[in-house]
């Protein structure tokens, strides 16, 4: 099983909403750094939300208001939860797992497209 696997993109109209949801094995989910980050065409890749193994929540100031990122626990998923979409929010969107102290690890996940036009 891949570490990371990210779900729940797809095709929405400009102010609408998606939530992206990450999978990840307990054993990377506890004390991780986690993230979403975002790549589009011609663009490098930028963070969208992050949350830090210790709860500290970020965000792009690009997404600030309308994205909320959260850690469900029970179920070791990252959720994203995305409204007022706009077409610049169209991009790849990646899972990020990482740990600077042992263990070690840097995980990504294969990516889910989100596509915001009318």
């Known amino acids: 099983q891949a570490p990371l696997v990210e779900s729940g993109g797809g095709l929405v109209q400009p102010g609408g909403s998606l939530r992206l949801s990450c999978a990840a094995s307990?054993?990377?989910?506890?004390?991780?750094?986690m993230g979403w980050y975002r790549q589009a065409p011609g663009k490098q890749r930028e963070l969208v939300a992050s949350?830090?193994?210790?709860?500290?929540?970020n965000y792009a100031d690009s997404v600030k208001g309308r994205f909320t990122i959260s850690k469900e626990y029970a179920r070791n998923t990252l959720p994203l939860q995305m409204d007022s979409l706009k077409p610049e929010d169209t991009a790849v969107y990646y899972c990020n797992a990482r740990r600077n102290s042992p263990p070690l690890y840097n995980y990504w996940g294969k990516g889910t497209q989100v596509t915001v036009s009318s």
């Open positions: 307990g054993t990377i989910f506890g004390g991780a750094f």
């Open positions: 949350i830090s193994g210790s709860g500290t929540i």
